[in-house]
């Protein structure tokens, strides 16, 4: 992007930070088997991404934070196919036990934890997320996962939509390929989202719990 | 993009045609005064966007297919701010009466073509649309307007999800810088929409009306 | 009700017929093994309304006419129990396994059919069942099921609010007490759905298809 | 209903309490003019409830609880009309400036305290009220208005759905006809909602407090 586009987001007021606030959850946007292998939906940052997901995902829980994962998950016999799956086919592999369509086993979900079934790019659409969301009393969603052209960024628009403020955890999130990641990391930053790195992220968290037991 | 990241979404099968359904509406994202202001929310290739689009309704409204158009409106007194606006706090000028507000005055809607209030990106996002698109029993959505990073984007995500085969029309969207406009041309093309200029639609549109005429 | 009671809704315009629309499709809503079982959640006017229900089953598929079914499915591990569950702990059980969870055997679904699984009353809450219906460019949705007053109702509230004019089969719907499914057929009648038996909703059907075909 | 009717709710595990949360917010559901008008769409115990209302109104606003109502509010030029103005045509008389449409003048909302334009019966449907809910992080919904079997009930399942404990006051709602009135309120408390009358809730919410404060 030229000089002048970037000053035109800043000259119209965009990209304001939202601030942490006081109780957030993870979700772990379809780290899946088949998105951390380049021959099937995987490739570009998406496997750094997921190692570094693992101290995130250590610091919530140690914290007892929510912590929720998402999955694709169509039917066997392709009833519930939809126009995504008409866009890409190949999609529809990732089916209940289907292996590959599990979450990794670097992040394997523990008892009591979410997992939400969906069938669209967001974590929101069409499923009980945000019901969750609600019960829990959170007010901050913090995303990692992949891809972040994709699913990531449909999940942190709809997030904002709801009423949880969308964290971006840029070394946690990650993209076949380098261009949409960082096109989209710009565009949630300007609109959506505010964006830290898994270090900072965490300090920022520590400092606010510190902070609050004064 | 590389020529190595293009072919990672050939060969992982992203980018498939859905095709024109049989019923199309067309929607206008955010095309008003505002949006079309370099000093406001406008810029880059918003105006000839626009330009182009009246073109385009005249022949939706020739062939009767319906036509909806979206506005950001907030309350004049705040009370409906949200997360969006804590984070571009300029979108609060778009209240019902601020002329900047209104559509632009080559595209004003006719009694009976619907204007879909919202407060986020999304045309769906908390509103009647899709109601709407149901009642009327439409299969295809053609969406232009501004942005294409933000609010036309976050239209064709929930176009595909809500069962309306998404059409971005690419000459009839326009961004504020062209970087993310590109970079979510591409997006969509590969995940979410299927892309026609304007004079390839309507020829499209046409041509598909003869067949089933015959 | 008193007769003056009943006056008042007439008076003040209430209880106006939408007509069958032009693409109509069922749902069978949570004729399940355990809601036809009095000593699970059956009881009352339910199981007379499955027999009922076989006939128009039949009548659906020989016309093609798109069929869904729905399910309550919660995850075994509790993972997923809500509001709901903690009101009625009971439909807890209602797991993807759970034989007494699937759909009664003389409504055997038939692979191409729609499994809507659920986890609140609505057919439509959180489930993709609206897309499908967009999809299917259906405009009238013929409701079946149990309990009248519960997903059935919620079911049918939903449908007039998404686009499709809800048709209720008043001897398809049951429930375990008779008094809430005489209040809710008044209250849904007045309100949100036409109402027919079903010799009437087949004759009906079949008249309109005779008139178009003339 | 009779006894043994009663007894198969008690016998299949319905009705258990929820509880109150830690955070409620108080909705008012359509306790405008029209509503409260027996030429109108008013009636049987609406009056006494909008009076009674006034008291926990009081209350919650004392205690700077969160205040939202909500309003049908329908455009001039039927542009927006839908399935439910089909079905209660009158429903169009509530546009945004007929005096009609408008809170009673007992409760007149306050800035700041939020209106909610609705199109449907349940204050979530298509509105953004589960979000301003979210942003609260409110877990208890308490829910007063007019009428019981309509707009009250559709708020109260929907308010379920979306993870908010739904409190009916039962003093504070009121409908047309006392027996939908009554249907609704079983229903609701075997199903959906706790229920208080309005002295036992201001109560038990200050002993909440008093406890919370020790």
């Known amino acids: 992007m030229t000089k002048s586009e970037t000053a035109i987001f800043k000259s119209q007021g965009f990209g304001k930070s939202m601030g942490l606030g006081e109780a957030p959850a993870l979700v772990i946007v379809d780290f899946v088997v088949a998105f951390d292998d380049p021959k099937l939906f995987g490739g570009g940052n998406i496997h750094p991404a997921v190692e570094k997901t693992v101290e995130l995902l250590a610091f919530f829980r140690q914290q007892k934070y929510p912590v929720a994962y998402t999955r694709y998950v169509f039917a066997e016999d392709g009833s519930d196919g939809n126009l995504l799956t008409t866009k890409v086919p190949n999609l529809k592999i990732l089916t209940e036990n289907n292996p590959v369509g599990m979450v990794v086993s670097e992040l394997t979900p ?105």
């Open 110 to 214: 523990r008892p009591g934890e979410l997992i939400v079934r969906k069938r669209n790019a967001s974590a929101f659409f069409q499923t009980d997320f945000s019901s969750w969301l609600a019960r829990h009393r959170i007010d901050t969603l913090v995303v990692t996962g992949a891809v972040t052209s994709g699913c990531v960024r449909a999940t942190v628009v709809d997030a904002l939509g709801y009423g949880y403020r969308p964290i971006v955890v840029t070394d946690c999130v990650g993209d076949r390929a380098i261009a949409p990641h960082d096109a989209s990391l710009f565009d949630m930053q300007q609109k959506y989202a505010d964006l830290y790195n898994c270090a900072e992220l965490i300090a920022a968290l520590k400092n606010r719990n510190k902070v609050a037991a004064e």
